[in-house]
């Protein structure tokens, strides 16, 4: 489902609840409920019941589960409003309290809407926090992989142009091995040419 209609939807369930409900209590006083003390006093004891639940629920122990508290008072007054609208000759008081059930309705889903907004948005940045993170371990990587090539290149070229250097330099005339061994020299110095044979 696309997101803007979900969002609409959960932005119109209480009112359709509340409507519906609304809606099946005059079917039911059209249907003999009207004036009817029995069917009143059933939906007492029902919205009673389900209020008392909702009580218990959110008294319990580590302070009770809110789901549960919320769909018992959800209930409680969904059967106060289908009793008043079944109970009622008129038009005035089942509307009234539809009214009234539909601002408590949006007045509770509120705030439920604000907390999940807000661990929404906390979800959506740390995400953000730790695709950054990743990104910059990334960049320090490559980073470090660029500098280390550079490196080996330039160790590479340095190597090379020594040993051109120190074969040109025994290809000279005057090149006297022995004098440089005395200087205490490497041995690279000493026969590069010898030495540059060998690696090759």
């Known amino acids: 489902m696309d997101e803007p209609l979900t969002h609409t939807a959960a932005k119109a369930a209480p009112v359709i609840a509340t409507s519906t409900v609304l809606i099946l209590g005059r079917i039911w006083n059209a249907n003999g409920a009207e004036h009817s003390t029995g069917n009143a006093a059933l939906m ?3 919205a009673t019941g389900a209020a008392t639940a909702g009580a218990f629920a959110s008294a319990g122990r580590s302070g009770g589960d809110g789901v549960l508290a919320g769909t018992a008072f959800a209930t409680s007054g969904a059967l106060t409003l289908a009793g008043v609208a079944g109970y ?8 009234l ?5 539909t601002a408590v309705a ?22 953000t926090v730790r695709r950054e993170d990743h990104v910059h371990a990334e960049r320090v990587e490559a980073i470090r992989g660029r500098t280390q090539i550079e490196v080996a290149r330039e160790g590479s070229a340095y ?8 074969t040109a330099r025994a290809a000279m005339p005057g090149y006297d091995p022995t004098a440089i061994e005395t200087t205490g020299l490497p041995q690279l110095l000493r026969h590069p040419a010898h030495d540059i044979t060998e690696e090759h």
């Not at 309290?97 to 059930?101: F, G, P, Q």
């Not at 190597?159 to 120190?166: P, V, Y």
Request: glycine share 4%.
């Open 106 to 127: 949006y007045g509770v889903a509120a705030r439920h809407w604000r907390t999940d907004r807000r661990d929404t948005t906390a979800h959506e940045r740390a995400t």
């Open 97 to 101: 309290l539809w009214a009234v059930t």
């Open 159 to 166: 190597a090379q142009a020594l040993a051109a250097a120190l």
């Open 44 to 46: 007492v004891v029902l």
């Open 88 to 95: 009622a000759d008129g038009w005035s008081l089942p509307v």
